[in-house]
């Protein structure tokens, strides 16, 4: 079955094993138990995840990014206060089975459907059960993926909280403000959104970066850009009140001061 995931879905597996390695730690910034089971399935497509932990090669250069990430949006959505979850390229994302939701609380993962098949199959080997309601979409988010969300149950009525995590840059500008110019025709008011924000010196650093390290042309080669560097002021522009922060800042409040300020980036978050 893994045989059957697309390029860009393989990188979730990538994803999956820094998580992996990070619930390892003792003093690791969450706990996704599910991670390791994700690696050890998708092995015949990425034989080499998670072999070196986080110091060799793609992890050595993603790990810091991904850890932080995934808490700092962990963080974004336990307190974003919606009842209504979407996970935008949920990819191998457990947070709806991981994290303590609010009684009540309707969680929405999209993706590509080769991703989701595998991954439901992982959790039902693992016996995994929700902490939310969860529903599954599967759906292209370059195509007319508000119809499947709609079927499936989403309220357009109701607050929400939307996360795009590691989605934008495999998207093209067009793409990517389109599925956001559609996140905003959904979104009630006290809604939510967030991403990855990187200014463009950054952008370029990472990219140079991850094409000199040994496998990193498989994934440089599916980067698109996304909105590029104006995340924040597309949102201005488009009904949304952003602020950002950078990694570096979030690393330091969890105690994971950063040493790669250059090719670190940041997050936007943006109320509707
Ligand atoms: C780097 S992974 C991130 C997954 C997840 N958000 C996380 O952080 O663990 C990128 C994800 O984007 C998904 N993706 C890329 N292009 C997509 C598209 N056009 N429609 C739906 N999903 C897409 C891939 O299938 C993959 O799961």
Redesign the pocket.
């Known amino acids: 079955m893994t045989e059957s995931?697309?390029a860009?879905?393989r990188?979730?597996v990538?994803?999956?094993a820094l998580?992996a390695y990070e619930s390892s730690r003792p003093d690791r910034l969450f706990d996704d138990p599910y991670a390791a089971a994700f690696v050890e399935a998708g092995r015949s497509v990425l034989p080499d995840a998670g072999r070196g932990g986080a110091q060799a090669g793609l992890g050595s250069l993603f790990y810091a990014q991904?850890v932080i990430?995934?808490r700092f949006?962990d963080d974004y959505l336990l307190g974003a206060g919606c009842g209504q979850v979407v996970?935008?390229?949920?990819?191998?994302?457990t947070r709806a089975f991981r994290l303590a939701w609010p009684p009540g609380t309707r969680l929405f993962e999209?993706?590509?459907p080769?991703?989701l098949a595998f991954k439901d199959g992982v959790l039902a080997e693992q016996r995994a059960t929700p902490a939310c309601e969860r529903a599954v979409v599967r759906?292209?988010?370059?195509?007319d993926?508000a119809t499947a969300l709609r079927g499936a149950g989403f309220d357009p009525a109701a607050p929400t909280a939307w996360?795009?995590?590691?989605?934008l840059i495999?998207?093209s500008y067009e793409?990517a403000e389109r599925l956001l110019t559609t996140v905003g025709e959904l979104s009630a008011p006290g809604s939510r959104v967030s991403f990855e924000h990187r200014p463009a010196d950054s952008a370029s650093s990472l990219f140079s970066r991850a094409r000199e390290t040994e496998g990193g042309e498989h994934v440089t080669g599916l980067w698109l850009g996304g909105l590029r560097d104006t995340g924040p002021e597309w949102l201005a522009a488009h009904g949304w009140q952003p602020s950002t922060v950078t990694r570096a800042d979030v690393a330091a409040g969890y105690g994971r001061p950063s040493e790669d300020d250059a090719a670190a980036g940041g997050f936007v978050t943006a109320v509707r």
């Open positions: 995931l697309p860009v879905s990188t979730a990538g994803v999956a998580r991904i990430r995934t949006f996970l935008l390229a949920a990819g191998l994302d999209l993706d590509l080769e991703v759906a292209d988010l370059r195509e993926w996360l795009a995590e590691g989605l495999y998207l793409d």
